[in-house]
């Protein structure tokens, strides 16, 4: 990492070097120096932000012309190897691509928001939006931000994912209020140890009963 990060700045210094519109270097310099910030800042905070390059786009986008104009410069053995790079990360992007497309369109579930959602399955989605409509003063707890799309008329709550250690800090979890029935909704996976302890960051409520929605998600219910 420290490399890419060597690396990474002496490709910047480069390209503000050798580009011929300074005003373009002067927008890759700001923008890269606030992005350093910005970043440094929050992984020293533990922000939950991983190093994929979707969250570094806008930085590649912005150094692309600089790199191509660069390249340019360079001789043709060289430009060949940079074409070769170029296709072997556009063939990637297109396998990445494509089956994830078909796999949003015709097996994601869908419900009100009309987004696919990864993290949820047809079946149980309709189970929930039922439930959705079926009360006004519900919780609904799941794991995944996105589900709460789906959810019109009631309140959500979105907690972390139990990890393979089965420990968690009660405090970061825990709700003592109760209002309304609750519905938590889990993979299947948390069937055993990881359910108690969901169950027990609820402790307003008493008289838990789990329904399987389909074979990979749970719902644990109170009132």
């Given at each position: 990492?420290l490399i890419c990060a060597v690396l990474s700045i002496l490709l910047i210094w480069f390209?503000?070097?050798?580009?011929?519109?300074?005003?373009?270097?002067?927008?890759?310099?700001?923008?890269?120096?606030?992005?350093?910030?910005?970043?440094?800042?929050?992984?020293?905070?533990?922000?939950?932000?991983?190093?994929?390059?979707?969250?570094?786009?806008?930085?590649?986008?912005?150094?692309?012309?600089?790199?191509?104009?660069?390249?340019?410069?360079?001789?043709?053995?060289?430009?060949?190897?940079?074409?070769?790079?170029?296709?072997?990360?556009?063939?990637?992007?297109?396998?990445?691509?494509?089956?994830?497309?078909?796999?949003?369109?015709?097996?994601?579930?869908?419900?009100?928001?009309?987004i696919a959602q990864l993290f949820i399955d047809q079946p149980s989605l309709n189970y929930?939006?039922?439930?959705?409509?079926?009360?006004?003063?519900?919780?609904?707890?799941?794991?995944?931000?996105?589900?709460?799309?789906?959810?019109?008329?009631?309140?959500?709550?979105?907690?972390?994912?139990?990890?393979?250690?089965?420990?968690?800090?009660?405090?970061?979890?825990?709700?003592?209020?109760?209002?309304?029935?609750?519905?938590?909704?889990?993979?299947?996976?948390?069937?055993?140890?990881?359910?108690?302890?969901?169950?027990?960051?609820?402790?307003?409520?008493?008289?838990?009963?789990?329904?399987?929605?389909?074979?990979?998600?749970?719902?644990?219910?109170?009132?």
């Open positions: 990492m390209i503000v070097k050798k580009a011929p519109h300074k005003n373009y270097a002067l927008l890759l310099v700001v923008f890269y120096v606030v992005s350093v910030l910005f970043f440094g800042q929050s992984f020293l905070r533990q922000a939950n932000i991983s190093y994929e390059a979707r969250h570094l786009r806008l930085i590649g986008l912005i150094a692309a012309p600089g790199i191509i104009y660069l390249v340019s410069r360079l001789q043709t053995g060289y430009k060949y190897l940079f074409y070769f790079i170029c296709f072997v990360i556009a063939y990637s992007s297109y396998k990445y691509f494509v089956p994830s497309y078909f796999q949003n369109k015709n097996i994601g579930a869908r419900g009100y928001s009309g929930i939006r039922n439930l959705d409509k079926q009360n006004n003063n519900a919780i609904f707890v799941f794991n995944s931000p996105d589900l709460s799309l789906e959810i019109e008329r009631n309140r959500t709550i979105t907690v972390e994912t139990i990890g393979a250690e089965v420990a968690i800090d009660y405090d970061e979890y825990v709700y003592n209020g109760h209002a309304g029935p609750l519905y938590i909704v889990l993979p299947a996976d948390y069937i055993g140890p990881k359910s108690t302890i969901m169950r027990k960051c609820f402790p307003g409520y008493t008289g838990f009963k789990m329904t399987m929605l389909s074979n990979d998600y749970i719902l644990w219910e109170a009132k």
